[in-house]
């Protein structure tokens, strides 16, 4: 058991660690309110046998939430995800498809099959959707009003579909064209951005190291119609945020930054340069850092587009994670449309040869302008179209098509960072509050199936609450948002789940609704409940958003209020843990003493024997003596805000009988101890199981050296190159050994047959080249022969390559008892009668 000093040590010790970590990390935000599994109300959907919920589309003007799964596609109602519309559409990979995917060496289990990985609406009659249809991408239309597949006129996916269900992706359809980011062979080393579909010109990017660094990235993309008011005559533009290797910098610290990639919509290609290619693509790095602590989010994950009342009011967030250090780290940036015109605006980056570095292009930029999309004054001077551009200016875009600036997230800093945590997914939803003032609210999904809800308070970030979606940890891989019916959509590995952007129920107080600072919930003083703001009975609600005034809910303050203790009585010298729940992350345990305010620091008696652990939110009295014996009570304080938790009354005695207990109640927290039991348990276990482990391998062991004593093991020579169609394939696997004649491989009397082929030279012959069935440099496996009649020859691979095959030689049949394995082999032999269909050229065993 431990003794109080060493746990008073323990504590002071987390104690210190936390507060010095706190205060190098005030940035870091912590949720107001912490929702578990088992509270959150929520709808959830998923099919036995189905997995990867990943692609979700919706389509508020119908109520349908489309879903693409592990080749399935479902059109579940948006009032209610349990509730299918049509009856799902089952697109799996054809078996042969699987096959060739499992011989060109993908998992059989998690990459051979047809993950929908894009479902997006073509027009008012049809879906078009593309899967990785087993590392084979396909894609074809989907019929609405039938709900049905078009199966006869898949196309060629490559390009607009990955091949690997877990490289990043992006796709948009604009007028009938597909814009797609993806990555375009087989092997994930092609990164491409192309436009396809219907009767529009087909372009692609160039394959250029220039344009695309290894190992790319895609997250997301956009669509901003820049052409809408324009006093140039701009043209509309597609945008795509992707991660990649940095090759511009001297050292290798940037081992990956943050893109943004833009092409123009009217973008043709040019007439002789860039004949079919991009004479728009443009890309320049994106920041999204915390200067004052040395912190760079370079890895983009995700990114969401919110639009606003004009083009120019168009917002990008970001997830941001950093690359590298022992602590998980997130951050949450923000992005203006303008800002990220100015950098496509400015000087380009070149690389020198003669410095062999990347430096700002400082000769003169050609004219018309490159990358540029075609405008009035382009049109004015003579090029209404890419065709028609110069090649002095297709070939500076072709080599030119980084920026040379950065595009800097707003207040040039994160809106949210949190430690200990990977962010995967986002969305954004604008809502005005109670005074009419809008509040962008973000959704943020977690590798760990957590959710955080934070509202954009503008100087700062405001974490409402943090929600556990799943049981089970499952990370968040897909979040879509319907701002009609405020409900939120999060798609994972094994389900679809559904939920309220805001459940008001909660809070159970005028005060806590307050606090809550939920732009969607207010106070409502005839229903005395806190509830989401609607545009009916505005007059009877409360809401402070940015300064959560308490006031207005004119209730008493609470610090008052009685409440019943809980009678503890303990011996003298034992250690009391007192806890206080407190409603909110944010509130501050404040203690009193027989209704005084706890000060130990003043308090000769409880000077060196009381200590308040803020992690636990516990009260450890040490030692407890006389002097301890009294009422304690703990109070949450938040803003300002007092409410009565917890009250307690302390007996110490002298002599504790048997009858009474030595602490606390387990329910009222006797953490440590509790902590204490489960680690000895826990080591119990585990220390029987070893002994279990350690007696079935030593009787495993013994039945291994018995039947070792029965067995040869003798080298049999394989053809190098199969001459007869007797010979099994090195390709076949396991499940075509019943397919093999038998009678190609024994005698009748079911002897093996050695059949004679090319075996390597053993007198210094050179070797043959392996075939590309086998793999270099592995041995061919051995193959446990349980009859001396019959030997199964199904898991001997390969060729090329000398083999072992145990022959279990039995011991049923008497025999001599030879100690040379010669003398027992010719035994064997005089045994074998001479057989009709024997020949010379063969023997057996």
Request: aromatic share 12%; net charge negative.
């Given at each position: 058991m431990l003794g109080p000093e060493v746990l008073a040590a323990g504590l002071w010790a987390v104690m210190a660690l936390l507060s010095t970590w706190t205060k190098a990390m005030e940035w870091n935000s912590v949720a107001r309110k912490t929702v578990h599994y088992k509270q959150l109300e929520a709808e959830r959907f998923s099919r036995p046998g189905i997995?990867?919920?990943?692609?979700?589309?919706?389509?508020?003007?119908?109520?349908?939430?489309?879903?693409?799964?592990?080749?399935?596609?479902?059109?579940?109602?948006?009032?209610?995800?349990?509730?299918?519309?049509?009856?799902?559409?089952?697109?799996?990979?054809?078996?042969?498809?699987?096959?060739?995917?499992?011989?060109?060496g993908k998992n059989n289990k998690t990459e051979c099959f047809n993950y929908i990985r894009f479902l997006q609406s073509y027009n008012a009659s049809h879906m078009y959707t593309c899967g990785t249809y087993a590392f084979q991408p396909k894609c074809t239309y989907i019929e609405l009003s039938s709900f049905t597949l078009d199966r006869f006129s898949l196309e060629d996916g490559k390009g607009k579909c990955p091949y690997d269900p877990s490289k990043g992706h992006s796709g948009l359809i604009v007028d009938g064209a597909l814009y797609s980011a993806t990555l375009n062979n087989f092997l994930g080393t092609e990164p491409v951005i192309l436009r396809n579909l219907g009767q529009h010109h087909a372009m692609k990017s160039?394959?250029?190291?220039?344009?695309?660094?290894?190992?790319?990235n895609f997250v997301g993309s956009a669509y901003v119609q820049e052409s809408v008011g324009s006093a140039t005559?701009?043209?509309?533009?597609?945008?795509?945020?992707?991660?990649?290797?940095?090759?511009?910098?001297?050292c290798y610290a940037e081992q990956a930054v943050a893109r943004v990639a833009r092409v123009c919509k009217g973008d043709v290609g040019g007439a002789r340069t860039l004949q079919k290619k991009w004479t728009s693509f443009l890309k320049a790095r994106m920041i999204c850092s915390v200067p004052e602590h040395q912190l760079h989010f370079n890895r983009v994950q995700a990114m969401y587009?919110?639009?606003?009342?004009?083009?120019?009011?168009?917002?990008?967030?970001?997830?941001?994670?950093?690359?590298?250090?022992?602590?998980?780290?997130?951050?949450?940036?923000?992005?203006?449309?303008?800002?990220?015109?100015?950098?496509?605006?400015?000087?380009?980056?070149?690389?020198?040869?003669?410095?062999?570095k990347w430096a700002q292009y400082s000769d003169q930029v050609p004219n018309p302008r490159p990358g540029a999309c075609i405008t009035d004054w382009h049109r004015e001077n003579g090029f209404h179209s890419s065709l028609e551009l110069p090649d002095s200016t297709l070939n500076f875009a072709k080599k030119h098509p980084l920026m040379d600036g950065y595009v800097l997230p707003r207040q040039h800093k994160p809106l949210l960072v949190?430690?200990?945590?990977?962010?995967?997914?986002?969305?954004?939803?604008?809502?005005?509050?109670?005074?009419?003032?809008?509040?962008?609210?973000?959704?943020?999904?977690?590798?760990?199936?957590?959710?955080?809800?934070?509202v954009n308070l503008g100087s700062r970030v405001h974490v409402v609450e943090e929600l556990q979606l799943f049981e089970h940890s499952h990370p968040i891989e897909s979040l879509t948002i319907s701002h009609k019916k405020k409900l939120l959509f999060a798609g994972s590995y094994s389900q679809v789940v559904q939920l309220s952007v805001a459940d008001c129920s909660k809070y159970h107080s005028c005060n806590d609704c307050i606090l809550a600072k939920d732009p969607y919930c207010a106070w409502n003083r005839n229903a005395s409940r806190c509830m989401q703001v609607n545009e009916h009975d505005r007059s009877l609600l409360i809401q402070d958003v940015m300064s959560s005034d308490t006031a207005l809910c004119n209730d008493p303050v609470q610090k008052t209020v009685r409440i019943t203790p809980k009678n503890i009585t303990v011996g003298m010298g034992t250690t009391v843990l007192l806890p206080c729940r407190l409603p909110s992350n944010l509130a501050l345990a404040r203690w009193t003493f027989n209704g005084k305010e706890l000060t130990p620091e003043r308090d000769a008696i409880l000077a060196d024997s009381v200590l308040y652990d803020s992690t636990l939110k516990v009260l450890l009295i040490l030692e407890a003596d006389i002097g301890h014996s009294g009422s304690y009570s703990c109070s949450s304080e938040e803003q300002g805000m007092w409410l009565v938790t917890e009250g307690y009354y302390l007996s110490v005695v002298a002599s504790l009988p048997l009858t009474l207990e030595a602490s606390a109640p387990l329910e009222n927290l006797g953490l440590m101890w509790m902590v204490v039991i489960a680690l000895g348990a826990v080591c119990l276990v585990l220390f029987l199981l070893v002994l279990y482990?350690?007696?079935?391998?030593?009787?495993?062991?013994?039945?291994?050296?018995?039947?070792?004593?029965?067995?040869?093991?003798?080298?049999?020579?394989?053809?190098?190159?199969?001459?007869?169609?007797?010979?099994?394939p090195s390709t076949m696997s396991d499940?075509?050994?019943?397919?093999?004649?038998?009678?190609?491989?024994?005698?009748?009397?079911?002897?093996?047959?050695?059949?004679?082929?090319?075996?390597?030279?053993?007198?210094?012959?050179?070797?043959?080249?392996?075939?590309?069935?086998?793999?270099?440099?592995?041995?061919?496996?051995t193959t446990a022969l349980h009859s001396p009649n019959r030997i199964n020859l199904g898991n001997i691979r390969g060729s090329n390559s000398n083999g072992y095959i145990r022959l279990n030689l039995g011991i049923a049949e008497e025999r001599p008892d030879y100690s040379d394995v010669t003398e027992e082999l010719r035994w064997k032999l005089k045994q074998r009668q001479a057989l009709p269909d024997s020949n010379p050229e063969e023997s057996s065993v």
């Open positions: 997995h990867n919920y990943k692609t979700l589309t919706l389509d508020e003007s119908e109520g349908v939430l489309f879903v693409g799964a592990q080749e399935a596609i479902f059109a579940l109602s948006l009032s209610s995800i349990t509730k299918e519309l049509k009856p799902a559409i089952f697109w799996e990979a054809p078996l042969e498809k699987k096959l060739e995917c499992i011989l060109k160039e394959y250029l190291a220039s344009w695309f660094n290894a190992e790319p005559g701009d043209d509309d533009k597609i945008y795509f945020f992707f991660s990649e290797r940095a090759v511009e910098y001297d587009t919110l639009s606003g009342n004009t083009w120019r009011d168009t917002q990008f967030f970001g997830v941001f994670q950093a690359c590298c250090g022992e602590v998980s780290m997130s951050a949450i940036c923000q992005y203006t449309i303008e800002d990220v015109q100015k950098v496509f605006e400015g000087p380009y980056k070149e690389y020198r040869e003669q410095d062999q949190k430690k200990e945590a990977n962010f995967t997914q986002l969305v954004v939803d604008r809502v005005r509050g109670l005074s009419g003032e809008p509040y962008d609210v973000l959704f943020i999904g977690t590798e760990n199936g957590w959710l955080y809800k934070a482990l350690r007696q079935k391998l030593k009787n495993e062991l013994e039945k291994s050296s018995k039947s070792i004593e029965s067995t040869l093991v003798y080298p049999v020579e394989l053809p190098k190159e199969p001459k007869s169609p007797d010979f099994i499940s075509d050994e019943k397919l093999w004649d038998p009678a190609s491989y024994y005698y009748s009397d079911g002897s093996l047959k050695i059949v004679p082929g090319h075996a390597v030279c053993q007198n210094g012959g050179s070797s043959p080249s392996p075939t590309s069935n086998g793999i270099p440099g592995q041995p061919i496996p």
